[in-house]
């Protein structure tokens, strides 16, 4: 790809900044479905966040469409922000924004979480860490690695891979509860074993510190957020109706 007069955005720390300013989904969702208009009030109450299945009506004179879908062609899945009708899941801030844009929605099901900002002492502490330290040192890298990572290990699978060194005989034992990733040969009568628990296992995913909901309500902001700017020159992407 190549243009000319080209406008380019760069967010400082920007999934930190949504961390810090936006709230977060909390505690325990509740289920919601059936009456649209019902659903739609849970949409439009900000202390609320809720991830909701619609049905989505972009129009076609949108220039910038936002909301993201996968499309399968070819055999090869890809992402893209199309005009048109489907239907998908999306988080209350991302609708909103929509709205804003001209998107419309039938509300079909979905949950909702109470909201609290809990990252802001976290983010304002390693920002001052790793604004306060020289480029190159230690201090600067781990601040921001502790301030960009954090979102993603929300997004983690609790269900992590385990690895062990074992001989043949108790790596097939392992085989008949767990689904075997890989095998390597150690050549001293042991093998490197990595395998996944079989979702009946004992594997307490509660007492993981793991929340896909709170990693997609920080990429869904990122993405609300970056809506804006692209508004600032009256760009506009490719896009595709379906």
Same mark, same amino acid.
């Given at each position: 790809?190549?243009?000319?007069?080209?406008?380019?955005?760069?967010?400082?720390?920007?999934?930190?900044?949504?961390?810090?300013?936006?709230?977060?989904?909390?505690?325990?969702?509740?289920?919601?479905?059936?009456?649209?208009?019902?659903?739609?009030?849970?949409?439009?109450?900000?202390?609320?966040?809720?991830?909701?299945?619609?049905?989505?009506?972009?129009p076609e004179n949108i220039k910038s469409p936002f909301l993201l879908t996968k499309i399968k062609r070819n055999g090869v899945t890809k992402t893209i922000a199309p005009v048109g009708k489907w239907t998908g899941?999306?988080?209350?801030?991302?609708?909103?924004?929509?709205?804003?844009?001209?998107?419309?929605?039938?509300?079909?099901?979905?949950?909702?979480?109470?909201s609290k900002n809990i990252f802001k002492d976290y983010v304002d502490f390693y920002y001052n860490k790793k604004r306060n330290s020289h480029k190159n040192s230690s201090d600067y890298t781990i601040a921001k690695?502790?301030?960009?990572?954090?979102?993603?290990?929300?997004?983690?699978?609790? =269900?992590?891979?385990?690895? /062990? %060194?074992?001989? #043949?005989?108790?790596?097939?034992?392992? !085989?008949? +509860? =767990?689904?075997?990733?890989? /095998? %390597?040969?150690? #050549?001293?009568?042991?093998?490197?074993? !990595?395998? +996944?628990?079989?979702?009946?296992?004992?594997?307490?995913?509660?007492?993981?510190?793991?929340?896909? !909901?709170?990693?997609?309500?920080?990429?869904?902001?990122?993405?609300?957020?970056?809506?804006?700017?692209?508004?600032?020159?009256?760009?506009?992407?490719?896009?595709?109706?379906?």
């Open positions: 790809p190549f243009g000319t007069n080209i406008y380019r955005y760069d967010v400082n720390s920007l999934y930190p900044t949504i961390m810090r300013n936006n709230l977060m989904p909390v505690g325990n969702p509740t289920y919601i479905e059936g009456d649209s208009s019902s659903i739609e009030n849970i949409i439009l109450d900000k202390t609320k966040i809720s991830f909701i299945e619609v049905d989505v009506n972009c899941v999306y988080t209350s801030i991302e609708i909103l924004r929509a709205l804003e844009l001209g998107y419309s929605f039938k509300y079909i099901k979905g949950f909702y979480f109470e690695l502790m301030l960009n990572s954090l979102y993603g290990r929300f997004g983690m699978n609790p =269900n992590l891979d385990q690895h /062990v %060194i074992v001989n #043949k005989e108790e790596t097939i034992k392992l !085989s008949e +509860n =767990n689904t075997i990733i890989d /095998v %390597i040969t150690l #050549k001293n009568g042991k093998e490197l074993v !990595s395998y +996944n628990q079989n979702i009946h296992s004992d594997v307490d995913i509660n007492n993981t510190d793991c929340s896909v !909901s709170i990693a997609a309500v920080i990429t869904a902001g990122a993405r609300v957020y970056m809506s804006y700017l692209v508004k600032i020159k009256n760009i506009f992407f490719i896009f595709k109706k379906i």
